[in-house]
């Protein structure tokens, strides 16, 4: 599975609805975990203005497990995305590579072809 990384934002304010509600900072001391306050299809609402669909919160869980699979490189001098992707995927096909641009592309930026030392790359899971 690939994480996409526009389901970042959406993976951070749900794990801070589940830590503030678990803490029982959303005002309902005692009340169930997020998980059993979502009803069919239904918005649950953490803080004011944030509200989060069941389905939504299926991709977060998704993305969290994702997550959990996915490997970390660091990015070494001469390195390109091909040249990860053949490491990790066997291929440096550009639907390899684009896949790790894809999960990282807050920290490369805009250009896929500049990546540099040091840079701390999450490899999504793939199967070959």
């Known amino acids: 599975m690939t994480a996409n990384i526009k389901d970042k934002d959406l993976f951070d304010r749900a794990k801070g609805l589940m830590k503030s509600h678990a803490s029982g900072q959303d005002g309902k001391e005692g009340s169930p975990n997020p998980s059993e306050r979502v009803n069919k299809g239904k918005p ?72 540099r030392p040091g840079m701390e790359l999450i490899i999504p899971d793939f199967k070959r």
């Open 44 to 115: 649950m609402s953490g803080r004011p203005g944030q509200e989060i669909s069941v389905d939504k919160l299926r991709k977060v869980k998704e993305l969290a497990k994702a997550q959990k699979k996915a490997r970390k490189h660091v990015v070494q001098s001469d390195e390109t995305l091909s040249h990860i992707s053949l490491k990790y995927y066997g291929s440096a096909a550009k639907d390899k590579w684009m896949i790790i641009y894809e999960a990282n592309k807050e920290i490369i930026g805009d250009n896929p072809n500049i990546i």
